[in-house]
């Protein structure tokens, strides 16, 4: 491996969050409006410029790798890259290759996946409830994305959910949600609504604090702290009468930019150094400019030599800190 990636802030950066399409068969309210103008075809990197992309990344120390969108499994021929990142798993220089996905199509690649050393998935699911499903995700049906975790588990894929705390809408399904993942066998991960691009909707009345969530399960279940990291921005718990793991992405309640170790490169060879700014790097220009990768290593260096120590999101002054024009389908879930 060749001289691996430290920020200015000499934290090593081991994990690559890659967008493979900013397209999506969900209209999900809190992450994009619902008449999308997608960007053209011809802007995105081809299946073989994101495989010599992460490669790249890979040989300079990035040991995970978690494909997004979007919706990843929409983009045509998708198996392809992922079978593709499999020679990095075989050699070790990948210890993770897992996904973050919507479920509507687990049903048709969760073997795939599974063949293509894909071990672990998150799939995102904000209520059980079929009619507020289809009101929250606009396009999507609550059967399909069971069908597709029924799928993802019998492929042997360990499974977990993300669910975005939004009040008003599922504060009322905490324990509903929490018991069905439990018999599930399933970890569950609370993420705080991010102010990420023009949705249409009311950041602040969508606003569900998870030290709020949090106060509500411990009114029923007992919970200990787990001082585990997997490489993410999670602080997970343990509730004791189920033994599941209950995790909380809380970027507006406690800023956990102090270990962040990831980057995020979009589907058009945009590097984002970090989430919750707006500054990024153009790799698509020098990956295209030589057939071999030193200028595009060159360019990753110095992008995260401009790595940030955090974000400016903000909700405390009753208004939206820190927002973000671009959607989050663009950068990456």
Known sequence: M????????????????????????????YCMAEHMTFLPKKELLTLEELDRMCSTFVRLGVEKLRITGGEPLVRRDIMT????????????????????????????????????????????????????????????????????????????????????????????ELFTLTDWAASRDMDLTWIEVMPMGDIDEDRLTQYWPLRDLRADLESRYTLTDLAERTGGPARYVKINETGQKIGFITPLTHNFCESCN?????????????????????????????????????????AIALKPKGHDFDYSRQQVGGKMSRHMSHTGG
């Open 81 to 172: 890259f992922f079978r593709a990142m499999t020679r990095h798993l075989d050699s070790g220089a990948l210890k993770e290759l897992t996904l973050t996905t919507n479920g509507s199509q687990l049903h048709r690649f969760s073997k795939d996946l599974f063949d293509a050393g894909v071990r672990r998935v998150n799939i995102s699911l904000d209520t059980l409830d079929a009619d507020k499903f289809a009101a929250i995700t606009r396009w999507g049906r609550l059967d399909n994305v069971l069908r597709g975790i029924d799928a993802a588990q019998e492929a042997g894929l360990r499974v977990k959910i993300n669910a975005v705390a939004l009040k008003g809408f599922n504060d009322s």
């Open 2 to 29: 060749e001289t691996p990636l430290i920020d200015p802030f000499q934290r090593p950066i081991s994990y690559l969050r890659v967008s493979v399409t900013d397209r999506c068969d969900f209209r999900c309210a």
């Open 262 to 302: 990831r980057v995020r490169l979009t589907c058009t060879g945009e590097l984002y150094m970090c989430l919750g700014q707006e500054d990024m790097a153009d790799l698509r220009a020098p990956l295209r400019a030589s057939p071999d990768d030193a200028l595009l290593e060159q360019a990753i260096r110095a």
